[in-house]
């Protein structure tokens, strides 16, 4: 892999260097020249969710770059299901190391727009293949562990992993802020708006008295719910990200709405949570990363 396109990548995303990137592959063949081995627990997953949002951690081989590994002795691997990036890694005729297209510790993009609001003038060119189909990232799973280990909630769910190969287990990390998480690049602040950012446990009529407090002091108060709740909240600035009923569409908005706030120049957020089972886990990791981990409970 070439070094110095590698060092491009984290110069313009002020991306820090012991935060490893996912390599991306058109074919299985690709593999050969990245990985030592394929255990067969890999070998299911691949076959039941690629090409998709799952990135899959395996014992790397010599050679890659340590740019790309952070000087781990695994890698990240994924094939994208999306015709463009497809047909962008057959171009290419190598596998791809790519992070998402933001600038490091703002919401990752799902729009174009959103790739020229942080990179114009950094990246050399954008290709437009149209908005994201699933919003958040890709499921990261750790295939050298005796358990399998999700190390980042995505697209794919626990419960889906779990229907194919078994018992997967969760990084601690994702529980308990205070553990140190097995993937690097987790332990820095991810996903946030330029406003303070809390999520609320609690009833909506407690979520208004802590926007009527804070509007009381002078500010100016953005509330992020869904489409079933806009209308019970008095805010400055009021956003759904997607029905409740259907959490897929929080997952695909959320970003969207993050960077939205950031339009309206709201001084302080108050988000409803969601719940933790299927792709809830994803929207709810995203969200407390966003947040700071900051959660205020009724």
């Known amino acids: 892999m070439d070094d110095e396109a590698i060092a491009k990548i984290f110069e313009a995303k002020g991306r820090p260097s012991d935060n490893p990137l996912i390599v991306h592959i058109g074919t299985k063949s690709q593999l050969d020249g990245i990985v030592k081995e394929i255990p067969p627990v890999a070998e299911k997953l691949m076959a039941h969710f690629w090409p998709g949002p799952l990135t899959i951690i395996l014992p ?142 609690g009833s909506r009529e407690f979520i208004q008295q802590l926007v009527d407090g804070k509007k009381e002091e002078g500010f100016k108060v953005g509330v992020l719910t869904t489409e079933e709740y806009q209308h019970v909240y008095n805010a400055d600035v009021i956003l759904s990200c997607g029905v409740r009923s259907d959490l897929a569409s929080v997952a695909t908005k959320l970003y969207d709405v993050l960077r939205t706030f950031d339009a309206s120049e709201v001084d302080v957020i108050f988000s409803e949570s969601f719940s933790n089972e299927g792709i809830g886990n994803a929207i709810m990791n995203r969200l407390t990363k966003a947040a700071g981990h900051h959660i205020i409970i009724e």
């Open 60 to 201: 790397r081989k010599e050679g890659i770059s340590e740019r790309v590994t952070a000087g781990l002795n695994t890698v990240g691997v994924r094939m994208p299901d999306h015709p463009v990036a497809l047909a962008l890694i057959e171009e290419a005729n190598v596998p791809v190391a790519a992070p998402s297209a933001n600038r490091s510790g703002r919401p990752s993009p799902t729009l174009a727009s959103h790739v020229y609001e942080d990179l114009n003038g950094k990246i050399a060119g954008i290709v437009d293949g149209g908005a994201t189909g699933v919003g958040v990232e890709s499921t990261v799973i750790d295939c050298t562990s005796p358990v399998p280990t999700i190390l980042r909630p995505g697209g794919i769910t626990k419960e889906q992993l779990e229907a194919v190969i078994g018992t997967v287990s969760l990084d601690p990390a994702l529980k308990d802020e205070k553990e140190k998480p097995k993937s690097p690049g987790m332990k820095y602040t991810h996903y946030a708006p330029k406003a303070p950012l809390s999520i609320v446990e």
